[in-house]
């Protein structure tokens, strides 16, 4: 499948590594080409595109672009490139203004995940992986042996059906179906508890399981 | 020991009911006695008084008062009959002003535990129990048998050592050393998660285990 994967940190270099893997035509989309060439030595599978190209490219495209900075990018991106497409939004909106630990810039009644969905209304905007470090995103079975659960949320059944098989194409086994795209509003929420637990246990390789 | 808990609601009455199981004495707060009478006549060893003598008669003291008006109740309470005690707060500050899902009233770079801590700071406020349900807090072992964690948060040491103690006797095996006051700021967001998951698994009978 062709993928486009807007972004150029961590996750947009885990997920294009990882789907290049798998073996989609993968496009990885910075505005800046040169900050990803000694990377894209050891993955050449993977083409680097503006965010522009990268978004046309894709038939699925991710969002892996800093939270705070993703309307921006998404609007570099084109509407017209992201239309009727899905749209899988692993980004967090992270507020470092006041350093660390961060503070998010939407929360509570509003979800960046929601501020994409009214800004590009025709793309089915799919929340999923954002609870997770990039390594656990694309790699999940690295974690417990993929005993912990990763939550998806999305407003069209079909797109959040289509993400679900990818999802289980990385690894991942217990994926919850949290609901509709607010539910964005609980997994950004978590990221706060999530920086919690990194500082205390000193790994990013880590995950929450659901019991009952 | 001499146990003082705030509040009237689910979450004062479990809390107090296993205190005094445990062979506490115990007495719940409210400034409206007459709301607790029918559940004291089966829960006969625990007496009640008003927040003053609630609080004066704790050594330790709870908190599981409505979040959003803790900060008035724990004022009625009286600055010098929490001096110098451990106060236990469970509450969440829930924001119901929008309807059903809630937001939260403070959050990011503060939190209800710090805002207590701040307006009271010869009190030891430990932060726990406040992302499970209050048959959870009470019963942790009628959940996946236990195997699942309570976070705690505090500024001092030893009363987060004596709050791990009483949380073990409530059955709880996981307890999670999430560092000081100021981790309650992840706790108190996860609620906005702890929602969608009830709302979806149509149980409060839930909680998380961290994986690594």
Redo the contacts between chains.
Sequence with gaps: MKMGVLGSGMAAQALSARLAELGHDVVIGTPDAEELKGWQSSNQKVMIGSFAETAAHGEMVFNATNGAASLNALRLAGVENLAGKILVDVANPL?FS?GF?P??TV???DSLAEQIQRAFPSTKVVKTLNTVTPRVMTHPLE??NG??HVFISANDMDAKTQVTELLRSFGWIHI????DL??A???E??L??????Y???N?S????????
């Design positions: 507020d006041n630990p503070s998010l929360f509570g009644t974690v417990a005993d912990h919850f179906d949290l609901g607010s539910t509003r609980g997994t929420a978590y706060l508890l999530w920086v919690r637990l500082g205390t246990m790994t390789m880590i995950n929450m399981k659901i019991m009952k």
